[in-house]
């Protein structure tokens, strides 16, 4: 379970939960109690080797009790052809009056190739039903148009169709909603990162900065040769220039080896963050305006 | 407690194995399994040394969830494994893996854990385990070793077996209609 936390004009807080049909196993601490693969296992079911993904769309009231879910109606363009289904890790936007899940798609080819992809959904909010109406998907920018996989490009809240898709250094880039077509709009010098800052939540104003959550990786492998990972996350702090202004130290929500932040919504002078545990459980989390102020602060004094 | 409730008080200290089982147990009650797990797990990694008993019901646990969510059986077997290796002088692992071999009709391993087992029923060391784990008692496990031993050739000791039950052990009705069920082949 992953959570993307939205908050509408009307005040509806709006949810979409990833849902995965498998369960991360991670061993902590010790790591005593191995999976039979090992410390850190994606484990799905034996005789369905896919990792799938389900989007549901939620309506939380003002105290963040869930009032409504309803599973997103995807359309089916076509057959997925790689082990990873579905959209992953869809951030919620709307943008010009039009509700967006953005997130990686890797089914569309045979080696899992990853990339960005605006689904378009109609929100019933009477009859709570929630279905894709249009897709995109978005090419990378010209000049990393044979990358891999993009993935984590983060939405700027008040800036329709732009996205930071990499942190430090900054690059913000526009996406078409309506057709296959992408481009840099600008890169901004940073001072170095102490790891590599992978995108995290949206980019919500907050004052005169620019906020966001992402996240950081430390991947290896033990003597057996087996991965094992641990994820933090660090609030970034830019001017409404997007000029880097900070970065937090890094951090965690419940000390879980693996934890992922992938919204951030401002709620009557608060912000609200969504972020999951192990993929396994989703939280939405109500942090007092202080609390954001005194990391922004820390992250200020950040030098490089 | 509610989920929000534990979730706040494991966050004060968020390495303390009884708040994470507390939250995989609520999690249980709601058949959240995969959450479940996970915080069984880290009651398990985190507790191992100073709370024997809720490691060992944490895995086990771990196990339950992983055989509700089906098609897990590798994962299932391997955790058992663990909590026998954990505490091998108790009854409760072996009662789950018989009845896991019994369900998906390995016989002889369900036997043999059945078996098993059986030796370390009348343990008066045993303490009662801060969760319930489906074991019910050393009935449950001579159950697995009767359904069991009539599909490896040992039909008498079988039947013998689940007259025994049902004449003399007090048992939860599933047990006692799976008796009656099972004496019927008789």
Known sequence: MNPSIFIEDDGDILVNVRLVNYTLYISEQDERFFSPWGPLTYLHPEKDQRLTTTNYFCRLDKNLNLQNSTQVKMLELHKPIWEFHGLEDARVVRWNGDLYLIGVRRDTTTNGQGRMEYSKIELDKDKWTATEVSRVRVPAPVHEDTSYCEKNWMPILDNPYHFVKWTMPTEVIWANPDAPECKQVFTRETPSSPKDQRGGSQIVRWGDFYIAFTHEVALWRNYLNQKDSVYRHRLVVWDKDFNFKGLSKEFSFLDVKIEFCVGAAVYEDDLLISFSVADNAAFVMRTPRHVINEMITEALAYVG | ?186
Request: hydrophobic fraction near 40%; aromatic fraction near 14%.
């Open chain 2, 1 to 186: 407690m509610s989920v929000e409730s534990l979730v706040i008080d494991l966050s004060l200290n968020t390495s303390d194995p009884i708040k994470n089982f507390a939250l995989g147990e609520e999690y249980e009650k709601l058949k959240q399994h995969a959450s479940a797990a996970g915080f069984f797990l880290r009651a398990a990694d985190y507790g191992y040394k100073s709370q024997p008993l809720l490691t060992y019901t944490s895995l086990l646990k771990m196990a339950l969830c992983w055989s509700r969510q089906n098609d897990r059986n590798a994962t299932v077997i391997n955790t058992l494994h663990h909590a026998i290796a954990f505490m091998p002088g108790r009854p409760e692992a072996y009662f789950l893996l018989a009845r896991h071999y019994e369900r998906n009709k390995e016989w002889q391993k369900a036997f043999t854990f059945s078996e098993l087992g059986l030796q370390f029923t009348i343990a008066t060391k045993n303490s009662p385990l801060p969760g319930y784990v489906e074991y019910n008692g050393p009935y449950c496990l001579m159950f697995e070793k009767a359904v069991s031993g009539w599909w490896i050739g040992r039909k008498e000791e079988s039947k013998a077996l689940f007259q025994h039950l049902l004449d003399d052990h007090k048992m939860a009705p599933e047990y006692v209609y799976g008796c009656l069920n099972n004496m019927k082949l008789f």
